[in-house]
């Protein structure tokens, strides 16, 4: 049934692959619900035309363009993997390659602020640059000319959430202030 | 407990955005099993140690050598979005940015020459590609010289699977004649 | 009865004079058991034994040396009016003697650093620095000798809480990692 | 609800830490009604705008100037131990940095003369000192240029108050005999 149909999501999630992170699971959807573009820590780049392969902003092209999703969820998570290593300042290259260091550069800039807090935590730096880093998604999200316009329009509605790992809770960007609000479960479910 | 102690999946899966392919329900894992990187058609690109951030790469590299993952699983899957956008010959760009056609650019070849073969129906066209892309990728894949290694030294092992929407069928690639071949769901199950 | 027997309480808390965040209220406390003092944003002075009279340290002297309380409890508390004093770069003196610019001078170097991120949120600065403060705080108690040394000896121990005055929830903080996690009520009761 | 409109107490207390003299039990009151500084012996220094930090006066000028306040009630209350620290002719500093001497030199020379007056008994000098103490922390208040000017143009109102802990009975202070009289339960709460 869904086959035939093709697929009509109403929803791009952009999540990250952490195992302990799968949108499906945290949203309690169905088949045919969610298209989920999963990186490491969930980054959205900014709009770069440059005739380059870029695979998270291609599943967005397709999810606004061709699928005509109306929400789109920016999901961070607890205990980042690829947070983890932006704020660690010994970090090395995993491979001659650095994949993960070129790719984390997109939030370089705001890791170096926080990395300098020596008033937080690890935790709680840990913590500061996830959500920020989710805004910060959100704003190249806002530099693609057909989010930028639908949005506008009101035909796309944007989110940010974090996923709390260590206990199952989800918490939600408030809009106007940007601030993270931990949701009860009948708030969270009607999102999705 | 899974957060105290950090992820330890085993697996990295390479899937496809589409809302109906979740790996996590597919594969029917618990959280901490998969780490999962999820773009259109669940496309690997070729080592490209050039300074460029590389979404996919990046996670290959963070699974490989941060998680000492054991398993690759690409899986790609029927009715494939992507796919058919890149065996379409009157395709348009989407946006300016033409995101898709680009991402699409990495089976642009494979695409060509299943296009001209007018004796397969389209449905037979774009099974075969889906099948192909997941064979080129996988040799994608084996470019990355930590990949390369550690799979030579029976560290790594890399499969290729297709899942069918229309019946949730999982088909597994025989390794060595590189076929897919429809599996009983006992043998679906134990590959994750 | 109370009268007769003197007061012999075993906790000291030091809080916050915010009129939604009285300690007796939050731990749900009887007349005996807490010796409360209560200052704009619940701080500890450095030890200065310096002739000059120190409210806070007065009652700090007096609950370890006199009263031989047990567990001294700093708590902090969300949205706290002297914490947003101190982070907003344009506050004025509330008067020519600016007690409250003095005052929240404690947590100066903190509140500098904490203004320079932009990438946080208003709310997430202020919950930040009201963090940072009781660290601080903390760590001004035990600049008091008596403090240290009954601590060292397991004759007093310290706790730092954090009141979220817009749900009612305490979080408390871990003494190692020195984060502050959300307890349930009963965990919360048990600590008073 | 409360967090959200930010604090509007109308009312400043200065109240003892003396753990079975709540301001918010005696008055039962409310979140958000009272703003409470809690010291030892509940006294307001005098006006001292040498660029030190001093706790209660930054409460003060908190509470009257960002806060508004229309009520400052200063709460003693029987048994106090601060006083009977400043009564004690053989008090011995509690710790080397005397922090309680020093802080309760501020009714030094009420208390020493209480001290002469052999006819009393001891009983008797110490809730006198009490009461003392409160008028001259009364009269300390008004040493604050805002609290002085806001008085005198019917904007603010400042009462004494004693809480009796061997009843819980309250007396409040003639504003023009300044002696303490009982109230009845009715006359205690429309206070608050």
Redesign the interface.
């Known amino acids: 049934m869904?086959?035939?149909q093709?697929?009509k999501?109403n929803t791009?999630v952009v999540?990250c692959?952490?195992?302990?992170?799968?949108p499906?699971?945290i949203f309690d959807s169905i088949?045919?619900?969610?298209?989920?573009?999963?990186?490491?820590a969930n980054?959205v780049?900014p709009?770069?035309?440059d005739?380059?392969?870029?695979?998270?902003?291609?599943?967005?092209?397709?999810?606004v363009?061709?699928?005509r999703v109306q929400d789109i969820i920016v999901m961070g998570h607890?205990?980042c993997?690829?947070i983890r290593?932006a704020l660690d300042p010994n970090a090395e290259p995993?491979?001659?390659?650095?994949?993960?260091g070129?790719?984390?550069?997109?939030v370089a800039p705001?890791a170096e602020?926080?990395q300098?807090?020596s008033?937080?935590?690890?935790?709680?730096r840990q913590t500061?640059l996830e959500?920020?880093s989710i805004?910060?998604s959100i704003a190249n999200l806002r530099t693609?000319?057909?989010v930028k316009i639908l949005e506008e329009r009101g035909k796309l509605r944007i989110h940010g959430a974090w996923f709390d790992?260590?206990?199952g809770e989800l918490w939600l960007m408030n809009p106007i202030?940007?601030?993270f609000v931990r949701l009860d479960v009948d708030a969270a479910v009607s999102l999705a």
């Open positions: 869904l086959a035939e093709g697929q999501p791009l999540a692959c952490d195992s302990r992170a799968a499906e699971m088949p045919g619900e969610l298209f989920v573009v999963r990186n490491v980054m780049p709009y770069e035309p005739g380059q392969y870029h695979s998270t902003s291609a599943a967005l092209e397709f999810a363009q061709a699928l607890g205990r993997g690829g290593a995993l491979s001659p390659g650095d994949f993960i070129k790719w984390m550069n997109l705001a602020q926080i300098g807090n008033d937080m935590t690890p935790a709680e500061a959500r920020i805004r910060n693609f000319p057909c790992i260590s206990n202030s940007q601030d």
